[in-house]
Nanobody, 124 residues
């Protein structure tokens, strides 16, 4: 089974940018649909964005469209989330997830593997 490790979180002011990375443990990375989720204190984990196995298709939550960009690198076995124009409401723990089926999914229960999360804090 694949192991996922997120990095790149931190503290940033509103309007700033961060780039998150999700490194997969092996070359089976290209066999998975990948996604980013986030969980704010006291809230349920929510879908942020997903990307197909080839990277040719993406699906963004409305709350991040036009500000966040997902990408993946099959050579480096890594997925990225470029976050621009950050807002205080983006503050959360961000998780990457992998799914064995072919379609991008938005429910947490549709993903098979999860990373440990990375904290993103946006100050006002």
């Amino acid at each position: 089974q694949v192991q996922l490790v997120e990095s790149g979180g931190g503290l940033v002011q509103a309007g700033g940018s961060l780039r998150l990375s999700c490194a997969a443990s092996d070359r089976t990375f290209t066999s998975y649909v990948m996604g980013w989720f986030r969980q704010a204190p006291g809230k349920e984990r929510e879908f942020v964005v997903g990307i197909s196995k080839t990277g040719g298709s993406t699906n963004y939550a409305d709350s991040v469209k036009g500000r966040f960009t997902i990408s993946r690198d099959g050579v480096k076995n890594t997925m990225y989330l470029q976050m621009n124009s950050l807002k205080p409401e983006d503050t959360a723990i961000y998780y990457c997830a992998a799914r064995t089926f072919s379609r991008i999914a938005v429910r947490t229960e549709d993903y098979d593997y999860w990373g440990q999360g990375t904290q993103v804090t946006v100050s006002s």
